[in-house]
């Protein structure tokens, strides 16, 4: 399955707002396990 980001911030939807900062991303998981995770540009 493919994760989109979902912006719920006042600054718009662009990622390199964040980029260097330190940011915590929490997953919602409904009977499921998460076996692996991977970011790429």
């Known amino acids: 399955m493919i994760v989109v980001w979902q912006c719920g911030c006042e600054s718009g939807d662009e990622l390199s707002t964040l980029a ?3 940011v915590r991303l929490r997953f ?5 396990d998460l076996y692996s995770i991977r970011f790429r540009e």
């Open 28 to 32: 919602e998981l409904s009977d499921a």
């Open 20 to 22: 260097g900062k330190l």
